[in-house]
């Protein structure tokens, strides 16, 4: 899906006239242009898709913090929102390293550091179908009030928004892949030969 497309989305939901360009003239693709970005971005921060996942190690900044931390890393240009950051690499283990953001920075005492965070995605071709309807509503409602004078439709467009983001975070979080830890005491079972017991799934 194109961008043309999601704004021609939006529009029809207000009636607008459909565009052929973000470059057009007119004052409907003057508008989605204006907050295509904006709006694609609050999408992106406001769930965990899986197709904005990234992990990657940060490397330490040479100038480190006047005080209350030992270290600073500075974040990828195009992170929208840091989800987990850790000095450990084994992601099944208890995360309890402290860490605080600081504008573009992870401050924190530790000499490594990896995070997983939510990138911003420009490529519209990698939005499943659901966060597309959801980003093509999000538009209509940030447009809305100047297009069509209507706070009626703007508070409509709003509630229609987060239907439409409730319902694609719901079908995205099926995605993914099991992470299952078996207990000690079934692993202990087996190794002395209990092949039928049972033990906990997480």
């Not at 860490?99 to 420009?122: A, F, H, M, P, T």
């Not at 979080?173 to 079934?186: F, Y």
Request: net charge positive.
């Amino acid at each position: 899906m194109s961008k043309v497309s999601i704004c021609n989305k939006a529009l029809s939901y207000l009636g607008g006239r459909l565009i052929t360009s973000l470059d057009d003239t007119t004052r409907e693709a003057q508008l989605c242009k204006a907050v295509f970005d904006s709006a694609r971005d609050a999408c992106l921060e406001a769930r965990d898709w899986s197709f904005a996942l990234e992990r990657t190690q940060l490397v330490q900044n040479a100038i480190k913090p006047d005080w209350g931390w030992g270290n600073a890393f500075t974040l990828p240009a195009d992170c929208i929102r840091v989800i987990e950051a850790r000095n450990d690499k084994q992601t099944f283990k208890q995360n309890i390293m402290d860490w605080e953001l600081n504008g573009n920075e992870i401050l924190c005492n530790s000499d490594s550091l990896q995070i997983r965070y939510l990138k911003r995605v420009e490529d519209t071709a990698r939005y499943t179908p659901n966060f597309a309807d959801a980003l093509s509503a999000r538009i209509a409602h940030d447009i809305a009030g100047a297009l069509t004078q209507s706070t009626k439709l703007v508070e409509q467009a709003y509630i229609m928004y987060e239907k439409k983001l409730t319902e694609a975070a719901a079908l995205d979080g099926m995605q993914g892949r099991n992470r299952r830890i078996r207990s000690n005491k079934l692993t202990n079972a087996r190794a002395a030969g209990y092949q039928n017991t049972a033990g906990p799934y997480v």
